[in-house]
C-alpha cells in the first residue's frame, strides 16, 4: 500500500512538473539568462500541451526573434570574412526557427536585405560546390561528390540537374560492380547488387533479370525412398519439405511440380538400367527441364515405448485440529498426521530416425548438397493423482495403515515436500510415438529447407 502511495505522488510530482504553465515557467527562467534557443524548447513543449496558453506564445515570439537575429549577426559576420559555407548555414539556421514558430501562428522578422545578402551568397556557394562536385565525378571520385550533390539538394533541390548527378555519384559504383558480378557469371551476386538500384537507372531493370534467371535453379522432388519398416514417414517428409521450400522467400530457388516430375523421372529410370543414381536422376531431370534433382531415404527409424505404469504409494495427509491451551485459556492449531495412499504414474516414447538427402546437378551429374540427418527425441511424464487435496499431502512411510509403527516416517522437509506437490502439478499427457516422430520429420524438413536455402553456387 505504501508503495502504491508512493508511486502515486511520484506520477503526480511528474506531472507537475510537466504541466503547460510549469514548461513555461523554466522558459522563462532560461530566457531571463539570455539563453534563448533552450528557452524556446520549453515554450514551443508548453505550447504543444496547451496552444492557447498566451503567455508562452508571447515569449516565444520574443526569444524567437533574439534566436533569428543572433543567427543574422553571425551570417553577415561569416559573410563579411568570406566564409560563405558558415554563412549560409547561419542563415539557413535562422530560417528554420523562423518555420518552426510559424506553426504557433507566431511571425519573426528577416529583413529583405538580409535575403537578397543570402540569395546572392548562395549561387555563388553552390557553383562553387557544384562544379567540384562534376570534376570529382570525372575522377571517378563518386563517394565525395555524392557527398556534395547531396549538400546541393538540401540547400536548393532544383538547382540545374543535381538530382541527375546525384544518383550517378551514388547509383553508378553499385551498377559497376552489379555489371561485374554478371560478367563473372555470379548471378546471385550481381541480382542483390542491382537490387541497391533504382530499375530505372541506365539498363538495370533488364540487366537484373538476365541475373536471376541465369541464377535460378530450379529443382524437381523425386519420391523419397523409405529403407524402414515404418510405412508413411518418408512421405510426410517430403509433404512438409515441400510446402517449407514453395514457402521459402528465395527468388533463386524454385521447386517443380513434384507429380508430373516423378512421372517422367519414373519412365527416364525403367530406361536407365545400369546406370548410377545420381546420372539416371541427371538425365531424367534434364527431360523435365530443372537444374537439380532433390532425393531422399529414410535410412533407419527405432522406437522405445514405456507406457504409462501407476504404482501406489504411502504418504500422510497433513490437517489442522483446533485445541486449547487451559494454562493460557488459549485456542491453537496442531498439525495433525493422517496415513493415506496416492497414485505415483511415470511413462515415456522415445524415437530415432536417420534420414539422407542428395540435390544433384542435372547438368553434371554432380553431388551439389548431402547430409546425413539423425534426430532423437524422448517424452516422458511423472506425475501422481489422490483422492485429497495434495496441498496437505506430506512425503514419508509408514508400515499400517491402522496402527503406529516405529518405522512410521513424516517427512517435513520443505524440498521434500515441494517435490513431492509439484507431481501433482506435474504434465500428464504423454507424447504417443506418432507424434514425436511427426516432430522430426518436421524438424528434417526444416534443415533440409535451411541447407537449399544456404546453397550458394557462386561461395
Same mark, same amino acid.
Given at each position: 500500500?505504501?508503495?502504491?502511495?508512493?508511486?502515486?505522488?511520484?506520477?503526480?510530482?511528474?506531472?507537475?512538473?510537466?504541466?503547460?504553465?510549469?514548461?513555461?515557467?523554466?522558459?522563462?527562467?532560461?530566457?531571463?539568462?539570455?539563453?534563448?534557443?533552450?528557452?524556446?524548447?520549453?515554450?514551443?513543449?508548453?505550447?504543444?500541451?496547451?496552444?492557447?496558453?498566451?503567455?508562452?506564445?508571447?515569449?516565444?515570439?520574443?526569444?524567437?526573434?533574439?534566436?533569428?537575429?543572433?543567427?543574422?549577426?553571425?551570417?553577415?559576420?561569416?559573410?563579411?570574412?568570406?566564409?560563405?559555407?558558415?554563412?549560409?548555414?547561419?542563415?539557413?539556421?535562422?530560417?528554420?526557427?523562423?518555420?518552426?514558430?510559424?506553426?504557433?501562428?507566431?511571425?519573426?522578422?528577416?529583413?529583405?536585405?538580409?535575403?537578397?545578402?543570402?540569395?546572392?551568397?548562395?549561387?555563388?556557394?553552390?557553383?562553387?560546390?557544384?562544379?567540384?562536385?562534376?570534376?570529382?565525378?570525372?575522377?571517378?571520385?563518386?563517394?565525395?561528390?555524392?557527398?556534395?550533390?547531396?549538400?546541393?539538394?538540401?540547400?536548393?533541390?532544383?538547382?540545374?540537374?543535381?538530382?541527375?548527378?546525384?544518383?550517378?555519384?551514388?547509383?553508378?559504383?553499385?551498377?559497376?560492380?552489379?555489371?561485374?558480378?554478371?560478367?563473372?557469371?555470379?548471378?546471385?551476386?550481381?541480382?542483390?547488387?542491382?537490387?541497391?538500384?533504382?530499375?530505372? !537507372?541506365?539498363?538495370?531493370?533488364?540487366?537484373?533479370?538476365?541475373?536471376?534467371?541465369?541464377?535460378?535453379?530450379?529443382?524437381?522432388?523425386?519420391?523419397?525412398?523409405?529403407?524402414?519398416?515404418?510405412?508413411?514417414?518418408?512421405?510426410?517428409?517430403?509433404?512438409?519439405?515441400?510446402?517449407?521450400?514453395?514457402?521459402?522467400?528465395?527468388?533463386?530457388?524454385?521447386?517443380?511440380?513434384?507429380?508430373?516430375?516423378?512421372?517422367?523421372?519414373?519412365?527416364?529410370?525403367?530406361?536407365?538400367?545400369?546406370?548410377?543414381?545420381?546420372?539416371?536422376?541427371?538425365?531424367?531431370?534434364?527431360?523435365?527441364?530443372?537444374?537439380?534433382?532433390?532425393?531422399?531415404?529414410?535410412?533407419?527409424?527405432?522406437?522405445?515405448?514405456?507406457?504409462?505404469?501407476?504404482?501406489?504409494?504411502?504418504?500422510?495427509?497433513?490437517?489442522?485440529?483446533?485445541?486449547?491451551?487451559?494454562?493460557?485459556?488459549?485456542?491453537?492449531?496442531?498439525?495433525?498426521?493422517?496415513?493415506?495412499?496416492?497414485?505415483?504414474?511415470?511413462?515415456?516414447?522415445?524415437?530415432?530416425?536417420?534420414?539422407?538427402?542428395?540435390?544433384?546437378?542435372?547438368?553434371?551429374?554432380?553431388?551439389?548438397?548431402?547430409?546425413?540427418?539423425?534426430?532423437?527425441?524422448?517424452?516422458?511424464?511423472?506425475?501422481?493423482?489422490?483422492?485429497?487435496? !495434495?496441498?496437505?499431502?506430506?512425503?514419508?512411510?509408514?508400515?499400517?495403515?491402522?496402527?503406529?509403527?516405529?518405522?512410521?516416517?513424516?517427512?517435513?522437509?520443505?524440498?521434500?515436500?515441494?517435490?513431492?506437490?509439484?507431481?501433482?502439478?506435474?504434465?500428464?499427457?504423454?507424447?504417443?510415438?506418432?507424434?514425436?516422430?511427426?516432430?522430426?520429420?518436421?524438424?528434417?524438413?526444416?534443415?533440409?529447407?535451411?541447407?537449399?536455402?544456404?546453397?550458394?553456387?557462386?561461395?
Amino acid at each position: 500500500m505504501k508503495k502504491y502511495i508512493y508511486y502515486c505522488l511520484l506520477s503526480i510530482l511528474l506531472i507537475a512538473c510537466n504541466s503547460p504553465k510549469s514548461l513555461y515557467k523554466k522558459g522563462v527562467k532560461l530566457q531571463n539568462q539570455n539563453l534563448h534557443e533552450q528557452a524556446c524548447k520549453y515554450f514551443i513543449k508548453s505550447l504543444d500541451k496547451k496552444p492557447d496558453l498566451i503567455e508562452a506564445n508571447l515569449a516565444l515570439k520574443i526569444s524567437g526573434q533574439r534566436v533569428v537575429n543572433h543567427y543574422l549577426d553571425e551570417f553577415f559576420k561569416a559573410k563579411n570574412f568570406q566564409k560563405d559555407k558558415e554563412a549560409v548555414y547561419h542563415y539557413r539556421s535562422a530560417i528554420l526557427i523562423k518555420k518552426r514558430v510559424e506553426r504557433y501562428k507566431i511571425s519573426l522578422e528577416i529583413p529583405s536585405h538580409y535575403t537578397n545578402d543570402f540569395n546572392t551568397l548562395l549561387d555563388k556557394y553552390l557553383e562553387k560546390i557544384y562544379s567540384k562536385g562534376l570534376n570529382l565525378l570525372t575522377e571517378e571520385k563518386f563517394n565525395e561528390a555524392e557527398i556534395l550533390f547531396k549538400e546541393i539538394s538540401l540547400l536548393k533541390p532544383s538547382y540545374k540537374d543535381v538530382n541527375d548527378l546525384q544518383n550517378v555519384a551514388t547509383f553508378e559504383p553499385k551498377y559497376r560492380s552489379a555489371v561485374s558480378f554478371l560478367e563473372s557469371e555470379k548471378f546471385r551476386s550481381a541480382f542483390y547488387e542491382f537490387n541497391k538500384i533504382p530499375k530505372s !537507372y541506365k539498363d538495370t531493370e533488364s540487366l537484373q533479370k538476365i541475373a536471376l534467371e541465369s541464377g535460378l535453379l530450379t529443382i524437381g522432388l523425386m519420391k523419397f525412398e523409405n529403407a524402414t519398416n515404418q510405412k508413411g514417414g518418408e512421405a510426410s517428409v517430403s509433404a512438409y519439405l515441400l510446402d517449407k521450400i514453395i514457402k521459402l522467400q528465395n527468388p533463386f530457388i524454385k521447386l517443380v511440380d513434384r507429380t508430373n516430375t516423378q512421372t517422367l523421372i519414373n519412365e527416364q529410370i525403367m530406361g536407365l538400367s545400369g546406370q548410377t543414381l545420381e546420372n539416371t536422376a541427371a538425365n531424367a531431370g534434364e527431360l523435365i527441364g530443372v537444374k537439380a534433382i532433390l532425393t531422399g531415404k529414410l535410412i533407419s527409424y527405432s522406437k522405445i515405448k514405456n507406457p504409462i505404469n501407476k504404482e501406489v504409494k504411502k504418504a500422510w495427509f497433513e490437517r489442522k485440529v483446533k485445541k486449547y491451551n487451559p494454562d493460557t485459556e488459549k485456542h491453537y492449531f496442531e498439525s495433525v498426521y493422517d496415513k493415506i495412499t496416492y497414485d505415483d504414474f511415470y511413462g515415456s516414447n522415445e524415437v530415432s530416425i536417420s534420414f539422407q538427402y542428395q540435390v544433384i546437378s542435372t547438368e553434371t551429374g554432380e553431388i551439389l548438397l548431402t547430409n546425413i540427418l539423425k534426430l532423437h527425441k524422448k517424452d516422458e511424464v511423472h506425475f501422481a493423482n489422490a483422492d485429497h487435496n !495434495y496441498r496437505n499431502i506430506v512425503p514419508g512411510n509408514w508400515k499400517w495403515q491402522n496402527r503406529k509403527h516405529s518405522s512410521d516416517k513424516i517427512n517435513t522437509s520443505f524440498l521434500e515436500k515441494n517435490s513431492l506437490k509439484q507431481l501433482f502439478r506435474n504434465n500428464q499427457n504423454l507424447k504417443s510415438v506418432s507424434q514425436l516422430s511427426d516432430e522430426i520429420y518436421k524438424s528434417f524438413a526444416e534443415k533440409i529447407t535451411q541447407e537449399i536455402n544456404a546453397y550458394n553456387p557462386e561461395k
